[in-house]
C-alpha cells in the first residue's frame, strides 16, 4: 500500500464518500478516505442518519440538490441489490395553519417536478 496520495479525505460518511465518488468521476485515482473504523461503530452523523430524503425545500437550488441527490443513491448498488428504496410518506396537518404550510409545499413540489399529492383523512386511513 502506498504511504502518499494526491488526495487524502478525512470521513466515510456520507459528505467523504460522496466527494471521493464525485472526483473519481472526474477522473482522479491518486486518492484515499480514512475513517476512524466500520461505518455503523465510528459515531459519525451518518450512521445515526434515518434514510429519509426530503426534496421539497423553499429554494429551487436545494431542491435540486435533492433531486440530484435521489437520483445518485438510486443508482448505488450493494452486491447486486439496490440500495435506494423510494416509499413515500406522509405529512399530516392537525391545524388550519399546517394545513396552508401543506398546500405551499405541495404547490413548490409540483412546480419544481417533485410528485406530490393532498389528500383528505379519509384518503390517509386508506
Not at 467523504?16 to 486518492?31: F, I, K, P, Q, Y
Not at 413515500?88 to 388550519?96: F, K, S
Amino acid at each position: 500500500m502506498d504511504s502518499s496520495a494526491g488526495v487524502v479525505i478525512v470521513g466515510a460518511g456520507i459528505v467523504g464518500c460522496s466527494v471521493a465518488e464525485h472526483l473519481t468521476r472526474l477522473g482522479w485515482r491518486d486518492l484515499v478516505v480514512l475513517d476512524q473504523g466500520p461505518l455503523f461503530e465510528a459515531g459519525g452523523s451518518t450512521s445515526h442518519a434515518p434514510g429519509l430524503m426530503f426534496q421539497t425545500n423553499p429554494s429551487k437550488t436545494m431542491t435540486n440538490l435533492a433531486k440530484y441527490s435521489v437520483g445518485r443513491y438510486m443508482e448505488l448498488e450493494l452486491d447486486g441489490r439496490p440500495c435506494g428504496y423510494q416509499v413515500g410518506g406522509i405529512e399530516v396537518a392537525e391545524t388550519p395553519e399546517r394545513w396552508e404550510d401543506l398546500k405551499r409545499k405541495h404547490g413548490l413540489a409540483t412546480s419544481w417536478g417533485i410528485e406530490s399529492e393532498l389528500i383528505s383523512p379519509e384518503e390517509c386511513a386508506e
